[in-house]
């Protein structure tokens, strides 16, 4: 439940006012605390941001448990078991506080941030266009002027000035700092004002500088009023002192969620003190780490420690707490599969259909144009191809061969369906998880997105058609209408990135969308009739055809190239293939409805991860 009081165990703490041995270092932790939050305060102001109306956050009793499913020999037969993840953990995070998850590898400390969030910029996007991109769908009815307002603040407050112009970058393309990143990643969400912020290790990966300016960033947010939770791995002492919370965990276990200058104290009178200069959160973290007999004591000791302590205060407290839940506004986080109606986190989306097209289609329109490496590449493999197969079939049209026209036809629809999905397949898996995270926090709809990705996938497959037929058709000398054969290669062009779109839908990894491409892609040339004629496949697997977009883009091509020659060359050749000069439409209706199919099938698909992102 939320509500405005700390956990009873961590006041219990507090009540007990045992002494340090180490005063003098606490004293110093305190002087620098504050300091911190004076400065973050100072800075906050010269920003002009407004201040926020945080909110409480408090977690009792929150437990975790996934099936699995494992082989039992002596049944022979296989038993389904449940994994805990989080184990019975409790605690709090006040308005204006900062709090860490610390714990070993598999601890659990994703999971409980995921939890208590609700949840189990772009490359090619400059800085102050990521923020801005933000702000326009996220602030709906607020003033363009405003926006632009708001962003400059932002941009100023996380010191990102140097780097407001600078493209972002990504897996392909250089941008800007780990650190840069990692304070746009911040700035996008400081949009909307929120009031508790959730970080998954937002300094992973960076020197003490770039993650001490980070740590640095959060703090200003919390003196603002918003609450920030964040998991952190090995952070130094002058990080973990800027922490106002600390909450450890080891496999699902709470063994300590209170303020972070008590924990000395806490792991002190369990006979595990910290050592004078050493970080108290590298100790904490060899302690829990140790796998030997006195490692696993430890961390019992520790767990059943302060679960005592919980369980204490608890029943010191049970009337008071009683009494606040009743007359405090609380909201109680269940999971989708326990009983009662639970509580569904969603973002909601203020922009319109408009507006997310819009903004959508101008960040994909200047993706695609400062890709240039990328663009030079698709353009010189185009032309290169289609020269290599017009000088190949040179005249092939002319000498009426229609095996070699077949051919030719052929590879021409082979190389516009790969240099059409190839490229489609590696972005679509690369954006997949900014696009889950975007979608997540209500930045735009997957139906939009779906929509803009269309359209500009529409106009590039227009261009590189047109391109590639432009060469081809005067070097072989084909004798068909061009525009019919332009708009069967355009419509396959679409098609197959349908295709790649679903296969990157369900793929998490570049890797995995490569190893699924050949399952989806090789069946599309074995059933076209050019390897094998489509009468010689097994008759049950025939249908298998009618499936197939790059069989009716090939059916257009040789019935428009063929449809004033009567030979009965021709007319086997098209017999064989179940090919008829009256069904072009057919075919032209097929590819159009195969690809609205597959694109439901990919918003589908994605509005159900979406779901347990």
């Known amino acids: 439940p939320l509500t405005k009081s700390p956990t009873h165990a961590e006041n219990s703490l507090r009540a007990e006012g045992t002494t340090l041995t180490r005063s003098?270092?606490?004293?110093?932790?305190?002087?620098?605390?504050?300091?911190?939050?004076?400065?973050?305060?100072?800075?906050?102001?010269?920003?002009?941001?407004?201040?926020?109306?945080?909110?409480?956050?408090?977690?009792?009793?929150?437990?975790?448990?996934?099936?699995?499913?494992?082989?039992?020999?002596r049944a022979g037969g296989k038993r389904q078991n449940d994994k805990i993840i989080l184990n019975d953990c409790s605690g709090a995070l006040q308005k204006?506080?900062?709090?860490?998850?610390?714990?070993?590898s598999g601890a659990g400390k994703t999971t409980l941030m995921h939890t208590l969030s609700g949840r189990a910029g772009r490359s090619y996007q400059g800085t102050r266009e990521a923020v801005s991109f933000s702000a326009a769908l996220r602030l709906h009815g607020v003033q363009a002027e405003e926006r632009k307002t708001l962003v400059a603040s932002i941009i100023r407050e996380l010191n990102l000035d140097k780097c407001a112009d600078t493209l972002i970058g990504g897996e392909l393309i250089r941008g800007i700092s780990g650190g840069e990143k990692r304070r746009v990643s911040i700035g996008i969400e400081m949009i909307t004002n929120p009031k508790i912020l959730f970080l998954d290790e937002p300094t992973s990966g960076l020197d003490s500088s770039s993650a001490y300016s980070v740590v640095m960033t959060l703090q200003r947010l919390c003196s603002r009023g918003c609450s920030v939770m964040c998991t952190i791995h090995q952070?130094?002492?002058?990080?973990?002192?800027?922490?106002d919370k600390c909450f450890l965990i080891v496999e699902g276990h709470m063994l300590y969620a209170a303020e972070s200058k008590l924990m000395p104290e806490f792991f002190e009178q369990q006979g595990m003190g910290c050592p004078p200069t050493f970080n108290m959160a590298d100790h904490a973290m060899f302690i829990v780490n140790r796998t030997d007999h006195q490692g696993i004591e430890d961390v019992k000791k520790l767990r059943e420690a302060w679960k005592e302590r919980e369980q204490k205060a608890l029943g010191e407290h049970k009337e008071e707490d009683d009494a606040a839940i009743n007359n405090t506004n609380t909201r109680a986080l269940r999971s989708p599969s326990s009983s009662g109606s639970g509580l569904k986190l969603a973002a909601h989306i203020h922009a319109g259909g408009c507006m997310q097209i819009g903004q959508l289609a101008k960040r994909e329109v200047l993706g695609l144009f400062r890709d240039k490496q990328t663009m030079m590449f698709r353009v010189?493999?185009?032309?290169?191809?289609?020269?290599l197969f017009g000088i190949v079939f040179f005249g092939v049209g002319k000498d009426n061969v229609p095996e070699s026209i077949y051919g030719?036809?052929?590879?021409?629809?082979?190389?516009?369906?790969?240099?059409?999905?190839?490229?489609?397949?590696?972005?679509f898996a690369?954006?997949?998880?900014?696009?889950?995270?975007?979608?997540?926090?209500?930045?735009?709809?997957?139906?939009?997105?779906?929509?803009?990705?269309?359209?500009?996938?529409?106009?590039?497959?227009?261009?590189?058609?047109?391109?590639?037929?432009?060469?081809?058709?005067?070097?072989?000398?084909?004798?068909?209408?061009?525009?019919?054969?332009?708009?069967?290669?355009?419509?396959?062009?679409?098609?197959?990135?349908s295709l790649t779109t679903v296969i990157g839908c369900i793929s998490t990894s570049v890797k995995q969308a490569m190893e699924l491409f050949p399952v989806a892609f090789v069946p599309q040339f074995l059933f076209s009739g050019f390897f094998v004629r489509i009468d010689q496949i097994p008759v049950w697997l025939q249908w298998v055809q009618w499936v197939c977009v790059f069989k009716y883009?090939?059916?257009?091509?040789?019935?428009?190239?063929?449809?004033?020659?009567?030979?009965?060359?021709?007319?086997?050749?098209?017999?064989?293939?179940?090919?008829?000069?009256?069904d072009i439409w057919f075919y032209v209706i097929m590819l159009i409805v195969i690809s609205i199919f597959l694109r439901t099938v990919a918003i589908l698909i994605l509005r159900l991860i979406s779901q347990g992102y």
């Open 24 to 73: 003098a270092e606490m004293k110093t932790i305190d002087y620098r605390r504050q300091y911190l939050k004076s400065r973050s305060s100072s800075a906050c102001e010269e920003a002009s941001l407004p201040p926020v109306s945080g909110v409480d956050l408090r977690w009792e009793h929150l437990s975790l448990k996934i099936p699995t499913t494992g082989g039992d020999k």
């Open 430 to 497: 690369i954006e997949r998880k900014a696009f889950l995270r975007e979608y997540f926090v209500g930045t735009y709809g997957v139906q939009w997105y779906f929509l803009t990705k269309f359209i500009v996938e529409t106009l590039v497959a227009f261009v590189f058609s047109l391109i590639s037929l432009s060469i081809v058709y005067p070097l072989m000398q084909l004798q068909g209408n061009f525009v019919a054969m332009w708009m069967a290669l355009f419509l396959l062009s679409i098609a197959s990135q």
């Open 96 to 104: 204006r506080e900062m709090a860490c998850i610390i714990g070993p």
């Open 235 to 243: 952070p130094s002492s002058e990080i973990f002192h800027t922490f």
């Open 380 to 387: 010189f493999s185009a032309i290169f191809l289609s020269l």
């Open 408 to 427: 030719a036809l052929t590879l021409i629809s082979m190389a516009t369906m790969f240099g059409s999905s190839h490229p489609q397949l590696v972005v």
């Open 553 to 582: 883009a090939l059916n257009i091509l040789l019935a428009v190239e063929f449809a004033d020659d009567d030979s009965d060359e021709v007319r086997d050749l098209l017999d064989s293939n179940d090919i008829n000069h009256d």
